[in-house]
């Protein structure tokens, strides 16, 4: 593109690979050759490789954090993703009709695992599958010229519930939980009326307890004409085993990028598939894809919200899952409940009883995940949840998630899902019991940990500045050889 440059003297010029010049201003040409530096190829391989050791992946160690589903990403299922590459999102149905069907599939195989009617693959994340089921209510209830302005949230909801409900600018009611971490039925059908929109729930819940009274709890949102949501973040825990729709759920959204195995954080795209039961299906974000004779065709149902995202920039994770649900069937993703309740519980026995740490609800089952207290240990050697999950980066393991839910004071939330050994299980319950030792005994290097990572402790509210993190000694003596630059 040529730009408009004014006067001659102020142009400049850069030629392209063709030979063809295009002026610039002078203000963006520089006045000197740009400090690149040379290297041999070895010193730059050997610079991303570092780079690459430095950081911390599901594929690098154990990744326990509660209510994220952080489990290993098989590679087989990531080279699906390239089968979708290619295409441009304007092309004509006919030249992508296998994308097509597998999308189609991916909607019947979810609408059967949730026990639900039909499924929208748009929205690209999990909070945008939330803010799609939010949206649907409030059409629904507009529909019906029903004024509905309070959305109920578990008091151990995950964050974005209330958020997601904000935004539609509804009064968000907090339902808390009894003495048994689950959702306090009395409470609850004090607080319903014809105001209520819906109940948004998880079950299993954040404390990873299983919400036993949930046919009631629908009975109780139901008998106000409000609707119940699910909140799929902890589906892993019962897959193939229970379904959120036989459970009396209306919607429910799903995060492929949990529990069907594609690739979590980072930022990239994620994929927060919503379900939906009976005349909801009418109001699911479009386009859906149906099936008419031999053909895919893509479809906006009746009275649909909308879109969530303009075009299908996340179909490769789509496909990711659809590879991961197609290669372990029906009675492998019941495997994955399985073992992931097995694992989360052999890690309780292991914990149980550990001097400072206090197991929430100790006389309940969990599923796919547990969360400790440590607000005794706190208490008696001043070493927080806080240092807790800084010295288990010491000893080479990611942190569990801490001060979640809040519900639980210095809460450590661990997930340790089903793809992890049972060697590591045993590792993390050593490491854990040392640090509680240690705290007992020595406290001081714990609340100073980690110290073997590439950035060492950092200030808690000025984190998010470059220049306010501190690097760990060994980081120090390798920028001071000249093999690593400085921090950006």
């Given at each position: ?20 010049e ?6 963006l ?6 400090e ?12 991303y490789?570092?780079l ?9 160690g ?9 489990k290993y ?13 290619g295409?441009?999102?304007?092309e004509s ?11 189609y ?8 695992i ?5 499924c ?7 909070a ?18 029903e ?20 935004m539609l ?12 971490g ?10 319903v ?43 892993n825990?019962?897959l ?14 799903l ?6 195995a ?40 009746e ?9 299908w920039?996340?179909?490769g ?11 372990l069937?029906?009675e ?8 992931s ?16 740490l ?20 706190a208490?008696?050697?001043g070493?927080?949840a ?24 210095e ?58 993190i ?13 093999l ?5």
């Amino acid at each position: 593109m040529i730009l408009e440059t004014g006067s001659p003297e102020r142009v400049g010029f850069v030629v392209d690979k063709l030979g063809v010049e295009y002026p610039l201003p002078q203000a963006l040409l520089r006045s000197n050759p740009a400090e690149i530096p040379g290297h041999t190829e070895q010193e730059v391989v050997r610079h991303y490789v570092r780079l690459s050791q430095m950081s911390y992946g599901v594929d690098t160690g154990m990744v326990p954090l509660g209510s994220c589903t952080m489990k290993y990403n098989p590679k087989v299922e990531l080279r699906a993703l390239e089968l979708t590459e290619g295409h441009h999102p304007l092309e004509s149905e006919e030249t992508v009709q296998g994308i097509m069907e597998m999308l189609y599939l991916m909607q019947r195989w979810l609408a059967e695992i949730t026990g639900t009617d039909e499924c929208s693959l748009q929205p690209p994340a999990g909070a945008a599958g939330e803010l799609s089921g939010l949206l649907i209510m409030k059409k629904y209830f507009d529909d019906r010229n029903e004024q509905r302005d309070e959305v109920l949230v578990a008091d151990t909801a995950h964050g974005t519930n209330p958020a997601t409900a904000g935004m539609l600018g509804k009064k968000i009611v907090y339902i808390r939980s009894n003495n048994e971490g689950l959702l306090d039925l009395e409470l609850l059908k004090k607080v319903v009326s014809s105001r209520t929109m819906g109940l948004m729930l998880t079950n299993p819940n954040t404390l990873g307890l299983f919400e036993e009274n949930i046919l009631e709890i629908a009975k109780v949102v139901h008998s106000v004409g409000g609707l119940l949501y699910y909140d799929g973040a902890n589906l892993n825990g019962i897959l193939g085993i229970a379904r959120p729709g036989d459970m009396g759920f209306d919607l429910v959204h799903l995060n492929l990028h949990k529990t069907f195995a594609v690739p979590h954080g980072g930022g990239g795209p994620g994929a927060g598939a919503i379900c939906a039961k009976g005349d909801l299906v009418k109001y699911l974000p479009y386009p859906t894809v149906r099936k008419e004779g031999r053909r895919y065709v893509w479809f906006r149902p009746e009275r649909s919200i909308g879109k969530i995202a303009t075009f299908w920039g996340n179909v490769g994770n789509v496909a990711i899952a659809f590879s991961y649900i197609l290669g372990l069937g029906p009675e492998g993703l019941r495997e994955v409940a399985e073992q992931s309740v097995l694992a989360t519980n052999y890690l309780i026995a292991k914990l149980k009883g550990l001097n400072g740490l206090t197991l929430m609800a100790p006389n309940r089952p969990r599923k796919h995940e547990v969360v400790f207290s440590a607000a005794e240990l706190a208490k008696r050697t001043g070493v927080t949840a806080n240092d807790v999950a800084k010295a288990l980066l010491d000893r080479g393991f990611y942190a569990p998630t801490i001060y979640f839910p809040p519900i639980v004071e210095e809460a450590l939330m661990i997930e340790p899902t089903e793809t992890e050994p049972i060697e590591v299980l045993d590792e993390f319950a050593s490491a854990l019991t040392d640090i509680v030792r240690q705290a007992f005994e020595n406290p001081k290097p714990l609340q100073e940990s980690p110290r073997n990572t590439s950035v060492g402790r950092v200030d808690n509210v000025k984190a998010n500045h470059p220049s306010t993190i501190t690097p760990s000694p060994r980081v120090k003596r390798l920028r001071e050889k000249g093999l690593l630059g400085p921090l950006k």
